[in-house]
Structure formats: C-alpha cells, structure tokens
C-alpha cells in the first residue's frame, strides 16, 4: 500500500500510474476479479493506472450516513471521500436498530430488488423520515412499488423510462428547492461530462406532494421528469434519485458528486452555520 498526496488537484483529469520492480523486472499490470451473484468470477486485467481529479464540492460537515447495500455498488466509498461517516445498515439494525442516530439513510442501487427485510422494514424508515430524518431511494426496479413504500402515491412501471444519451440536455425545473440550493448550487454544468445514461426507471406519476426536481430526454423521447423527486414528509425529507450516481461516482464526474454532497446533506444544510465545507 502506498499513499500518493499533492498540494492540489485541479478538475482537470489527472492519470496516476504504478509499476514495481521484483527480481529485475518491471511489473506495470494490474488485475482485478469481477464477483458478481449467479455469474462466474472473471479476472480483468489491464494496466496498473487511474485517472483522479480535483471537485469543488461543499458538503455539511460532521454527517452520519447508514446505508442499504443493494446489489453492489460504489456509493458508500463517494460517501466516505466526501467526509461523512457511512454505515451498512444490516437486516437486524433495519429490523430494530436505532435509526434516530442517522442524518440521512440511502437505499443503494436496486436495494428493494434483493433485500426481503427492506419490505418487510420499509414503515420503520418512514417514520424516521416523518420524525426529521432524510431517506433518499436510488434506482430501483419495480420491486420497488412506490404505491405503498414511498410516503406518498406514485407509480413505477414494468416499462419505465429510461434516458440512454449520457449527453442529453437536462433541464432545472426549479431553482427553490433546498436540493438544488445548498450546500452546492446545482445547474446544467453539473451534468456535463457523464457516462453511460442520463438514469433509469423514471416514476410515471406522483403524487403532487412530490416536487420534480429535473427534466431530460432521449431524442424523440418526451420530456421526463421522474427521475429526481423531492417530498417533504413529516419534519423530514424524501427523495427518490434514479439519476445513475452509481455509475458516475467511480467515473470521478464531479457534478454527480455535488449532487451526492447535497442528498445527504438535506435538513442539516438549514441548520445555522451548516452552509457546507469545502472539499
């Protein structure tokens, strides 16, 4: 293991490469295995570089983050760089565990797709939104039924939309909500630069407690505004994100982790004082 550090990283994409020296040769290969449930394991290997980058990004200091490992994904690790604490919440804390001692709780990417006690737990979340706290849901497929999960009614179709184009234009529909405001005051820049899709699984329809936050759109797609939807319930926060975090946190794209910043971020962001440091 070794730590590389430099004074400052500009938001330009920097490459880092490492090679090794063992008996005369030099090694600059790097392997990875790739476990993924009902697949086999497959090694990937490739050259020992990465690509690391500078973001401008303000985040509420001191956050406690838990969160409900779906499928597999990196969001936690985004988490963590960001300064907050995260911890994987596991069906026995979901079950009974104090969940007051969160500022914010995630369900991770396709979550209510594999975990059976996140349904059978959901209305423990929920009070903890209505109670002050904030819950953010990320994609999810139509496990997840927001008729009766999210605090107010919505639907998520067998054939919900999608935005494929990772370059399509993506529209602020609202510069009030607190989401888009602080700590990072979120614009059309923030989505330059993603990769492989806008998001998937878009809600249809919403109740008109729910604020749609953004607006995009494949060519000769309608507009949708489903993909980011912000209620206030209770005392607390709502939201449901199927923009793909998950796939632009590891890319290092720095508005996917303003975004992030401002998630968990939600009801702390209002307290006096809590206008975010910079990272």
């Given at each position: 293991?070794?730590?590389?550090?430099?004074?400052?990283?500009?938001?330009?994409?920097?490459?880092?490469?490492?090679?090794?020296?063992?008996?005369?040769?030099?090694?600059?290969?790097?392997?990875?295995?790739?476990?993924?449930?009902?697949?086999?394991?497959?090694?990937?290997?490739?050259?020992?570089?990465?690509?690391?980058?500078?973001?401008?990004?303000?985040?509420?200091?001191?956050?406690?983050?838990?969160?409900?490992?779906?499928?597999?994904?990196?969001?936690?690790?985004?988490?963590?760089?960001?300064?907050?604490?995260?911890?994987?919440?596991?069906?026995?804390?979901?079950?009974?565990?104090?969940?007051?001692?969160?500022?914010?709780?995630?369900?991770?990417?396709?979550?209510?797709?594999?975990?059976?006690?996140?349904?059978?737990?959901?209305?423990?979340?929920?009070?903890?939104?209505?109670?002050?706290?904030?819950?953010?849901?990320?994609?999810?497929?139509?496990?997840?039924?927001?008729?009766?999960?999210?605090?107010?009614?919505?639907?998520?179709?067998?054939?919900?939309?999608?935005?494929?184009?990772?370059?399509?234009?993506?529209?602020i529909l609202t510069q009030a909500d607190p989401l888009l405001?602080?700590?990072?005051?979120?614009?059309?820049?923030?989505?330059?630069?993603?990769?492989?899709?806008?998001?998937?699984?878009?809600?249809?329809?919403?109740?008109?407690?729910?604020?749609?936050?953004?607006?995009?759109?494949?060519?000769?797609?309608?507009?949708?505004?489903?993909?980011?939807?912000h209620a206030r319930y209770g005392k607390g926060h709502y939201?449901?994100?199927?923009y793909a975090l998950h796939r632009q946190l590891p890319a290092?794209?720095?508005?996917?982790?303003?975004?992030?910043?401002?998630?968990?971020?939600?009801?702390?962001?209002?307290?006096?004082?809590?206008?975010?440091?910079?990272?």
């Amino acid at each position: 293991m070794f730590t590389v550090r430099v004074p400052s990283l500009a938001a330009e994409a920097q490459a880092v490469s490492a090679a090794v020296t063992v008996g005369g040769r030099v090694y600059t290969s790097d392997i990875e295995a790739i476990r993924h449930r009902d697949l086999p394991v497959q090694y990937v290997y490739r050259e020992a570089r990465t690509v690391v980058r500078g973001v401008d990004v303000s985040v509420v200091p001191g956050l406690n983050v838990g969160y409900v490992m779906g499928v597999g994904d990196e969001v936690p690790a985004a988490i963590t760089q960001l300064g907050a604490t995260v911890h994987l919440l596991s069906d026995v804390e979901l079950a009974s565990g104090d969940l007051a001692r969160f500022d914010t709780i995630i369900t991770g990417t396709r979550a209510y797709a594999v975990r059976a006690d996140l349904h059978a737990h959901n209305d423990r979340l929920l009070a903890f939104v209505k109670a002050g706290g904030n819950l953010v849901v990320l994609y999810n497929t139509p496990e997840f039924t927001p008729a009766t999960l999210a605090p107010f009614p919505a639907s998520l179709p067998d054939d919900a939309e999608e935005v494929c184009e990772e370059g399509a234009a993506v529209e602020i529909l609202t510069q009030a909500d607190p989401l888009l405001l602080r700590p990072n005051r979120i614009g059309p820049s923030d989505f330059a630069g993603w990769i492989e899709q806008r998001g998937s699984k878009f809600f249809a329809t919403w109740d008109a407690q729910y604020t749609p936050l953004l607006s995009t759109h494949d060519r000769g797609q309608p507009p949708q505004r489903g993909g980011m939807l912000h209620a206030r319930y209770g005392k607390g926060h709502y939201t449901y994100m199927a923009y793909a975090l998950h796939r632009q946190l590891p890319a290092g794209v720095p508005g996917a982790y303003r975004l992030l910043a401002n998630l968990i971020s939600l009801g702390r962001s209002d307290e006096p004082g809590a206008s975010g440091r910079r990272r």
